[in-house]
């Protein structure tokens, strides 16, 4: 048995986000792993289909009775209907939650001016609100068992800003601070706290995002291919088992970690010794970048005005 299956086995996860994209592929690891998993998402349809398919998974491991997959729709932008949704699976499950993992999350790529203030509502709604709504549902179990494991899914665009990411980058931005915060407010209860920040990955939330993007982040990120969500779940879960604090994904999200968290949580003693020796080069490089980036923005702004 691995160590995530140590981890995790017996305990009750609840995924928001949890009907697709890397929300779904946690749920899958997780109920392979032994846990029992309630996700939770707005669509039913679609939390119908991705139950299926978590169930397809926990087959042929025999736990009785239990409920080893629970769904529940749930709008987490909406405190009431997020914080009901987490009792109604706790007294389905049999079990307090004692895993939280937050993906629950929209995407926009759009310069400020191209933005509605609706969509800036929308983004801060849904991926800092809904994610403090369900944070605050959950705690309160957690503290009853004396202890448990917080996850919180940002994205690289919430550790740097780029341009189009006014909006989204801001919401993602704030889990940060969030996180930071309630760290220190857990961790004598046992809860740990962690923050994943992913690169672009192959979700349906990338596909929308990509729609609305403007031709200067295109051609900033350059052509990348989109990271497998099974992947980064198992980074996300591999972090939370190990109760760090930043979850990078990749060596530019392990790079993006170092320049951008001083004032994180270490994951570690090392870490903080190889931060040490990296940071100087890393702002060099940051510096560069930038650099880079502002270039390659006067040059298409030009191109176009010279059209």
């Known amino acids: 048995m691995?160590?995530?299956?140590?981890?995790?086995?017996?305990?009750?996860?609840?995924?928001?986000?949890?009907?697709?994209?890397?929300?779904?592929?946690?749920?899958?690891?997780?109920?392979?792993?032994?846990a029992r998993v309630t996700i939770v998402a707005r669509n039913k349809q679609k939390l119908r289909e991705?139950?299926?398919?978590?169930?397809?998974?926990?087959?042929g491991d025999d736990e009785g009775d239990e409920i080893r997959v629970c769904a529940e729709q749930a709008d987490v932008s909406s405190a009431d209907d997020i914080s009901g949704a987490v009792r109604r699976a706790e007294e389905r499950v049999g079990e307090e939650v004692s895993i939280l993992i937050c993906c629950a999350g929209i995407a926009e790529c759009k310069t400020l001016e191209d933005s509605k203030d609706g969509d800036f509502e929308r983004l801060v709604s849904v991926n800092y609100l809904g994610t403090v709504y369900t944070v605050r549902s959950c705690l309160p179990s957690m503290k009853r068992r004396g202890g448990g494991s917080?996850?919180?899914?940002?994205?690289?665009?919430?550790?740097?800003?780029?341009?189009?990411?006014?909006?989204?980058?801001?919401?993602?931005?704030?889990?940060?601070g969030f996180a930071q915060a309630l760290e220190m407010e857990c961790r004598h209860e046992g809860i740990s706290v962690g923050v994943c920040y992913p690169p672009d990955t192959d979700t349906p939330q990338y596909a929308y995002e990509n729609k609305t993007k403007p031709e200067i982040t295109?051609?900033?990120?350059?052509?990348?291919t989109p990271v497998p969500a099974g992947r980064v779940a198992a980074v996300l879960l591999r972090g939370m088992v190990r109760r760090h604090f930043t979850i990078a994904v990749g060596f530019d999200?392990?790079?993006?970690?170092?320049?951008?968290?001083?004032?994180?949580?270490?994951?570690?003693?090392?870490?903080?010794?190889?931060?040490?020796?990296?940071?100087?080069?890393?702002?060099?490089?940051?510096?560069?970048?930038?650099?880079?980036?502002?270039?390659?923005?006067?040059?298409?702004?030009?191109?176009?005005k010279n059209k």
């Not at 665009?157 to 993602?172: D, E, W």
């Not at 870490?271 to 980036?293: E, M």
């Open 218 to 224: 295109k051609t900033l990120v350059g052509t990348t």
């Open 253 to 304: 999200g392990w790079a993006l970690g170092i320049a951008t968290g001083v004032m994180s949580p270490p994951n570690s003693f090392l870490s903080v010794l190889r931060d040490l020796v990296l940071l100087p080069i890393l702002k060099l490089v940051s510096v560069f970048t930038l650099l880079g980036w502002h270039q390659t923005i006067r040059r298409t702004v030009a191109g176009k």
């Open 50 to 59: 991705a139950e299926e398919e978590i169930l397809s998974v926990a087959k």
């Open 2 to 34: 691995g160590r995530l299956a140590r981890e995790v086995r017996g305990r009750h996860a609840l995924i928001t986000g949890g009907s697709s994209g890397i929300g779904l592929e946690c749920a899958k690891q997780l109920v392979e792993a032994g």
């Open 150 to 176: 917080v996850v919180l899914v940002s994205s690289q665009a919430g550790q740097v800003g780029l341009y189009g990411y006014t909006g989204y980058s801001a919401s993602k931005f704030a889990l940060q």
